[in-house]
């Protein structure tokens, strides 16, 4: 469902709605799966860890969703994007999921739930760094 959403939104898209020249929509594409499929395990691995006694890790896995699924209605809204606030959101969302993922491979060898999410959180800290790397590149519209 999100690839035709996406595919169907950048279809509609005219190039000067794109907060800057020169950005790749498949690459924000990635972004958006990483960030969703991370946010997904994240909440999975959070209601899991409510019954085990690991409240920190639970409490981690949380506000992690909550800051993908925020970082993703934040790439959505190309129109109002703020390139120093989209970094900073961007960085943010990256420091919170490698603490996820840390506190989730403290846990990975006896809660597999734990496992995922930690790869998760890695997959989207990867994407997001992309993305990072191709905002840098590319030049604000009007430019």
Excluded: I
Excluded at 34 to 60: I, P, T, Y
Excluded at 67 to 79: Q, S
């Amino acid at each position: 469902m999100m690839n035709m959403t996406m595919d169907m939104m950048k279809g509609a898209m005219s190039s000067s709605e794109m907060p800057m020249k020169g950005m790749d929509p498949a690459m924000m594409q990635e972004c958006m799966e990483a960030l969703s499929a991370c946010s997904q395990a994240c909440v999975m691995c959070a209601d899991a860890d409510a019954g085990e006694g690991m409240g920190r890790c639970g409490s981690l896995c949380a506000n992690c969703a909550d800051m993908c699924d925020t970082m993703m209605k934040m790439l959505l809204r190309v129109g109002g994007w703020d390139m120093q606030v989209m970094s900073s959101m961007m960085q943010s969302t990256m420091m919170m999921a490698r603490a996820c993922s840390a506190e989730c491979m403290m846990h990975a060898e006896m809660a597999e739930h734990c496992r995922m999410c930690a790869m998760a959180c890695d997959q989207a800290v990867v994407a997001m760094e992309k993305m990072m790397g191709s905002m840098s590149e590319a030049m604000p519209m009007g430019s």
